[in-house]
């Protein structure tokens, strides 16, 4: 029976595992603020950039389409981002606006 309860926990745990929980959301806001990726946003979106990541029609729909909208915008800064970065981007966005589970 314990193996059992142990094995449905391991699921539930599976299951709500956050998206991007390799990035740390800290590290994200440093890097996002280091590479200025507001600036164009807020050219498009008009004063808020950070309106981008909230607007009904936003790109990113789902966690897959994080990563990469976040290479095609880093290649724009020239950025040349790792991977690891790109997960610490993709975690402070989505704590603080996408809020994928
Ligand atoms: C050279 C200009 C530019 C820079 C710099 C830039 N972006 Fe973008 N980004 C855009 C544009 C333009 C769009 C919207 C594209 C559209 O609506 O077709 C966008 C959209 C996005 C989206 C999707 C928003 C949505 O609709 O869900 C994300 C995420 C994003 N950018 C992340 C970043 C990150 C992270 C950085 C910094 C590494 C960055 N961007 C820097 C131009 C830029």
Known sequence: MKKYIALF???CGTAQATP??????????????????????MAKMGGDGSAIFTRPDR????PEKMIPRI????GAVGA???AQEEQHLAAYLNQQYYKFK
């Open 80 to 82: 040349n981002l790792s």
């Open 9 to 11: 926990l391991l699921l």
């Open 59 to 62: 790109m990113v729909s789902s």
């Open 20 to 41: 991007f929980a390799d990035g740390d959301a800290k590290v994200g806001k440093k890097l996002f603020d280091q590479y200025q990726c507001n600036r164009c946003h």
């Open 71 to 74: 290479k095609v915008c880093s």
